[in-house]
């Protein structure tokens, strides 16, 4: 046991708080917690409210009750490591590389923006390459608009308040009402497409590799320029991004 003067009091309390609510997933009242764990109402409001701004627990308004979101509840999955999540993709990735004729990508939330962990280059002569463990934009491309439409709302909410809606030309969605008519559209079809809205002549189709109980827990995407992935082909390119999404989820317990 290590030297409980290294202890960080409020780390403590919001570890208490966690195996707290996981022990009643039907949610816990601001009181219920202060009367189990014996910490002050002070410290209960401080750590809750941090916890509610980073998605990891949400309060329902009309009981005042408490829970822990999807979020937090999938950090077993990312626990595994994102190379878990390349290794059971990869193959997969090569399969959509050739039947789509484009470079497919792999990548993950970090904070308010994706990260890229894996590409398979292909496609036409000119073909797009990106260095692993790029950053990108979440509003202006398919795997970023897949993702914010398939995460719970709540922790879509808090992503968009964090994020600037930054214009990249005059096809970049600008305005929340906007992305979330988008977003809206997105989960009809299942697939989130991008028109060069960020870097000209790029095109994408992309959408979510879920969980067990269905959370994203990555984005997978087709790019190509805008002669080889047309915007007549983003249908067919969308449903066989989609029906390899579903081939990777169930690696990790997803069931259609």
Known sequence: ???????VPNLERALHIFQLLADHPQGLTQKE????????K?????????LIDHGYIARDEPTRRYALT??????????????????ASFSEMLDLRDAVNASVYLAVLEGTQGVILEQATGGSPFKFSVDLGSRFNLH????GKALLAFLPDDERDIILSKITLTKFNDRT???KKGLLAEISDIRKKGYATDLAEEFE???CVGTVIRDHAGYPIAMIWATGTSFNLTEASFPMVGKK??????RISRKFGYQD
Do not use: F, Q, W
């Open 201 to 203: 002549g790029c095109h």
């Open 42 to 50: 002070n410290s209960v409001y401080r750590i809750t409210e941090t």
């Open 1 to 7: 046991m290590a030297d409980n003067k290294y202890h």
């Open 33 to 40: 917690m202060i009367d189990a764990l014996e910490i002050s």
């Open 173 to 175: 969605i600008t305005t």
């Open 241 to 246: 991004v989609v029906a390899t999404a579903r």
């Open 140 to 143: 202006s491309g398919a795997p």
């Open 70 to 87: 999807r979020k937090m509840m999938s950090l077993g999955a990312t626990a595994m490591g994102d190379r878990k999540i390349v290794e």
